[in-house]
């Protein structure tokens, strides 16, 4: 039996434990509704561009995974420097060997490279699960290469402002980093490809372009892997594997979105839901995983089977904040898709859809965050340049799939 002084000391501790978690969760719940709010502009830009995605058949397949790249390296790299700052390395500095400007090269160069993977992978994969017709594989090269490379400095100097608030003002970066970078992915990624679009279907032009792209970007890869500069290295190493695996996701996403294009076409609030949907899914398991890796890489949270008293109360905070963030999301959704003319069913179904379809995709997030965070740290790689690729793809696949059956469920079509 435990001694009566034991007591009282475990209630405060707990009571200790959640007041600072709620304090967490209210900087995390800010960023979360700004994202979701924010992302109705890459929503609005998407209902919007139906002749575009009629024009290259297959664009829509490649949308989820092109705005996935941003949010996997970036929000990877948001929470190796988080875990930095917490650490006590992270310096501003811009010297070629600081920790800083080693991310932010790997960054830009992994974004090339899998803007050039991506196009293939979309080619290939829209051959498999028969998706025809499709757009030719020099206009996928240059829309997705091109696309992502112009994102990628917007979301770099976001994500570095970001990091560089968090120093300055005190804020914790892994509750604010993945929603951020959400949104930045979400605004910048959609304007780049459709920008990218304007060099695509040319027929000397596209496919020189094409071939310059991926020769760059092979480049880029080999000088990474063989710089002398350790922690760049070491990212492009370990990051390639798991976005290529990561981006395989997401066009497996897409193809879910795709095969119901003619839904979406037909209620195209359902595309200004979209973007949001999957970046609020995202973005929760982003910021669940990095809180998570930070805590493991502290020892303030043991890798475990059953999450321990720290971890149960990141996941029991990750539900508390879904609900709200996915009403919110389905209600201002139908109020800018009615204000843009765009339409929808009534505003009841569609915050139906938003919060039962939300509901659904939580479960698997904190299945996902937690259980692929400990997988990372079972194999001994660095959960955060593994858990957050892996962890955010896995939810764009499990929201693209729980969007669909909310919709089904809720009777929209």
């Not at 710089?227 to 990561?246: D, G, N």
């Not at 003619?262 to 995983?289: H, I, K, N, R």
Request: with cysteine; net charge neutral.
């Amino acid at each position: 039996m435990a001694a009566p002084g034991r007591i009282p000391q475990a209630l405060t501790r707990a009571a200790t434990r959640w007041a600072r978690d709620l304090l967490a969760a209210r900087s995390a719940f800010a960023a979360l509704v700004m994202a979701a709010l924010a992302s109705l502009v890459a929503g609005l830009i998407l209902a919007s561009i139906t002749e575009t995605l009629e024009e290259f058949p297959g664009l829509l397949l490649l949308v989820p995974a092109a705005i996935a790249v941003k949010g996997n390296i970036f929000g990877a790299l948001g929470s190796r420097l988080g875990t930095a700052i917490h650490a006590g390395t992270f310096r501003l500095s811009g010297r070629r060997d600081s920790v800083m400007a080693q991310n932010a090269v790997a960054s830009v160069a992994l974004s090339l490279a899998l803007g050039v993977v991506l196009a293939i992978l979309a080619k290939a994969i829209a051959l498999a699960f028969n998706v025809s017709p499709t757009m030719s594989l020099s206009d996928f090269l240059v829309i997705s290469a091109l696309g992502c490379l112009i994102a990628a400095f917007v979301v770099l100097a976001i994500t570095l402002a970001t990091a560089a608030g968090a120093v300055r003002f005190g804020w914790d970066l892994d509750n604010v980093v993945a929603p951020m970078v959400t949104v930045a992915g979400d605004v910048v990624t959609l304007p780049s490809l459709v920008v990218a679009a304007e060099l695509a279907g040319f027929d000397i032009l596209t496919p020189s372009m094409a071939w310059a792209l991926g020769v760059l970007a092979a480049l880029s890869v080999a000088w990474g892997l063989r710089s002398r500069l350790l922690e760049l290295r070491t990212i492009m190493r370990e990051s390639m594997p798991v976005l290529v695996a990561a981006g395989m996701l997401d066009l497996v996403a897409g193809i879910t979105v795709e095969k119901r294009i003619e839904d979406f076409v037909t209620f195209p609030v359902l595309l200004v839901l979209l973007p949001g949907y999957l970046a609020t899914a995202g973005a929760l398991g982003g910021v669940l995983s990095s809180r998570l890796s930070t805590k493991l890489h502290l020892g303030l949270a043991r890798p475990s089977v059953v999450p321990s008293g720290e971890a149960r109360v990141d996941l029991a905070t990750t539900f508390a904040l879904s609900l709200p963030v996915f009403a919110l999301l389905g209600l201002v959704s139908s109020m800018a898709a009615g204000l843009t003319g765009h339409a929808g069913p009534p505003l009841a179904d569609l915050v139906a859809v938003a919060v039962l379809g939300g509901l659904l995709a939580t479960v698997l997030i904190v299945v996902v965050a937690y259980y692929g965070t400990l997988a990372a740290v079972r194999f001994g790689v660095d959960p955060d340049t593994y858990g957050i690729p892996m962890v955010t793809s896995s939810l764009d696949l499990a929201g693209a799939f729980t969007l669909i059956v909310s919709v089904v469920l809720v009777g929209v079509v």
